[in-house]
């Protein structure tokens, strides 16, 4: 460019152009509920408060022994719509007992290091022209699961915070 030229113009890309956004909630008994946001969505303490309520309705007539608990524990993030005094009074009403996550520790979050993880790598190398194939692929991935694939990310949550305690809450692999 030459000294007096105004440099041109550059569009600036959306903050996140090709991400579906999926809410899920999974035991070791399988996938209670699920639902894909919409493209630019994002998840709010209200939202969540209704999913979780949504939720709910699903395992009463599903799974009534997990209900009828003194005390249903839930584990979730520690992100701020989980902890928004919104959702933490709604999972009160709910009777449910939250588990919370220490801050920064994917490692034992089920969901990030079993879950996401292994539907990221079913989804390796393929391309979705829309969202929707995205959602059916993800689906496609659960009905491909054996019974044991969920219960697995449940059970190994013991050894993954045992590890975390052993190490003083260190990174382990």
């Known amino acids: 460019m030459d000294r007096d030229q105004c440099p041109g113009r550059c569009p600036k890309p959306p903050l996140y152009p090709r991400k579906v956004l999926l809410l899920i909630w999974w035991s070791m008994v399988g996938v209670i509920h699920h639902v894909f946001l919409r493209r630019g969505e994002t998840i709010t303490a209200d939202r969540y408060s ?16 997990m209900i009828n608990r003194h005390s249903f524990l839930m584990m979730h993030d520690n992100t701020r719509p989980y902890v928004a005094q919104r959702t933490v009074q709604a999972l009160h009403e709910l009777q449910y007992e ?15 290091y079993h879950l996401l993880q292994h539907i ?37 949550l013991v050894y993954r915070w045992q590890q975390c305690v052993t190490t003083d809450c260190d990174y382990f692999d």
């Open 50 to 65: 209704a999913e979780s309520l949504e939720t709910h309705h699903t395992l009463v007539p599903k799974h009534p022994a």
């Open 120 to 156: 990221n790598h079913f989804l390796a190398g393929m391309t979705f022209p829309d969202d929707r194939v995205v959602q059916h692929a993800i689906e496609d991935f659960f009905t491909s699961q054996t019974p044991d694939f969920l219960r697995h990310g449940i059970q190994s």
């Open 98 to 112: 939250t588990l919370s996550q220490p801050p920064h520790s994917s490692d034992l979050s089920p969901t990030d």
